[in-house]
């Protein structure tokens, strides 16, 4: 059974920094593409980034780009978010979510997810 624990959320100022980290099991890692979403009360879950099965492409939803990173490390089966310079309208539940079919490039949306970690705080202070 495939598992994603995220960890690393909390409470920041504004211009802060946080590291988010998305540890899986379960699955051949390696062979996955995986993305970041978050998810605002009220709101429809966002895709935030995504990185391809071997690290080699990213994508970034616009308003992140410049601020976010998205990395993995398939040696130890987990991917990770950088998010500097974090701003108010950046709090949000944030996802990670692995691919359903093996070796694609990018992630465009939650469709092609099969399997959601339980997801981690963030909240940004003015």
């Known amino acids: 059974q495939v598992q994603l624990v995220e960890s690393g959320g909390g409470l920041v100022q504004a211009g802060g920094s946080l590291r988010l980290s998305c540890a899986a099991s379960?699955?051949?890692?390696?062979?996955?593409?995986m993305g970041w979403f978050r998810q605002v009360p009220g709101k429809e879950r966002e895709f935030v980034a995504s990185?391809?099965?071997?690290?080699?492409?990213?994508d970034y939803v616009g308003s992140v780009k410049g601020r976010f990173t998205i990395s993995r490390d398939n040696a130890k089966n987990t991917v990770y978010l950088q998010m500097n310079s974090l701003r108010p309208e950046d709090t949000a539940v944030y996802y990670c979510?692995?691919?359903?079919?093996?070796?694609?490039?990018?992630?465009?949306?939650?469709?092609?997810?099969?399997?959601w970690g339980q997801g981690t705080q963030v909240t940004v202070s003015s």
């Open positions: 990185i391809s099965w071997s690290g080699t492409y990213t």
């Open positions: 379960g699955r051949t890692f390696s062979s996955y593409a």
């Open positions: 979510a692995i691919d359903s079919k093996r070796y694609r490039f990018h992630l465009t949306g939650q469709d092609e997810c099969d399997y």
